[in-house]
């Protein structure tokens, strides 16, 4: 699984994996950020920072995390490209960073975001999740309009 | 990787993967639920269904997906322990399941629940994503107050 090399990467943004506080929790565990060592792909939540609504959830290593961190824009890694997503680099639907957390565990993090334009699934829904499971049924229904047309976002037939 | 086998599973249990339905997305794809084929355990985001605070991420296999639509309890499936995880057996707090949703590419799940006790974070926070990144430093600071002490909920020392 390729990681970004630091070599590779502009001198700000090997900053938070060198210098890098540690922070003390409670109960005496260390955790200073989000661990890409014990995963080098870190499962990333996406919520808009005004409504709360939770958009889509990608995966970030080492590189596209310290893009993020530096330029305030979400950098993924696309698993089935296997490269750096700039989210909305096709698009255009950008996520602007607002605020960033990691979990307790420093294995999943969580991005809030202002999503431009609307939507932020390549679908054309605001959000990845316009699909509910009805319990009783286990049927699963649309809930959602779409926002745009994918075919004229992205210039599919 | 263990996944339940459906000798396992009770009668009501298979429903959601023996007669799901399928729902026609727009643009031509099929797509009938989450994809346990492609991944034997999927990312599931919980998230507050008052509050729209996202309290954790967690794995489900189709046993525990399974389980979750049945008795509109979350449960998970521990990676670490290797078996169901049934969320709050040990702490009490329970996530009673609101809404469920999967996303576009069948491969992550969305959960609003009512979280019991308020905390969904073993270490007494209401969020796992209690602690923020501030970009200019990448100095990680904790955000919120624990709801209960750990040591009294797990009996750690």
Redo the contacts between chains.
Sequence with gaps: MRVGSTDEMPNQAR??YR???L?K???GRI???PDFEKSALI?T?A?DAS????L??AYMNAESYAET??T?RVCYYSRSRDKLWRKGEESGNVQH?K???????GD?L?VRVEQVGGAA?????ES??????D?D???????AE?VFD??EVYG?S
């Design positions: 900053i938070p210098m890098r506080r922070s929790a409670p109960h955790m200073d950020g499962p939540i919520q409504s709360g609504k939770v889509m959830l961190l530096r305030r960073l605020h960033l957390y990691y979990d307790c565990d999943t969580l699934c390549h679908e054309g829904y990845c999740f316009f699909r509910e499971v319990p049924t286990a049927a699963a229904h649309i809930i779409p994918p075919a599919r």
